[in-house]
Nanobody, 117 residues
């Protein structure tokens, strides 16, 4: 059984920071591309950041320079460090995994991030 379990969400003031974690089980973690998505009410889900098995990363333009994705293969965990948070970052953040780039096979339940102005 594959499980992706996110943690670290919460309420923070604008300009603050949060660190999200996603612990994976049931997959060969090191073989997977890991991604963080977000979905705000009434909006489409969007890919915030992804990290390939090689360690290469991609970011949504609006978070570049503020968010950093990283992975610890030994701990089977992917992180999203979010700095200089803005109210428009408010969303449910979901972790995803996939062995083929662009094909997301597994999803977590999500963690809520609320940024107050």
């Amino acid at each position: 059984q594959v499980l992706l379990v996110e943690s670290g969400g919460g309420l923070v003031q604008a300009g603050g920071s949060l660190r999200l974690s996603c612990a994976a089980s049931g997959i060969i973690f090191s073989d997977n591309t890991m991604g963080w998505f977000r979905q705000a009410p009434g909006k489409q889900r969007e890919l915030v950041a992804r990290i390939f098995s090689t360690g290469n990363t991609n970011y949504l333009d609006s978070v570049k320079g503020r968010f950093t994705i990283s992975r610890d293969n030994a701990r089977r965990t992917v992180y999203l460090q979010m700095n200089s948070l803005k109210p428009e970052d408010t969303a449910v953040y979901l972790c995803a995994a996939g062995r083929v780039s662009g094909a997301w096979e597994y999803w977590g339940q999500g963690t809520h991030v609320t940024v107050s102005s």
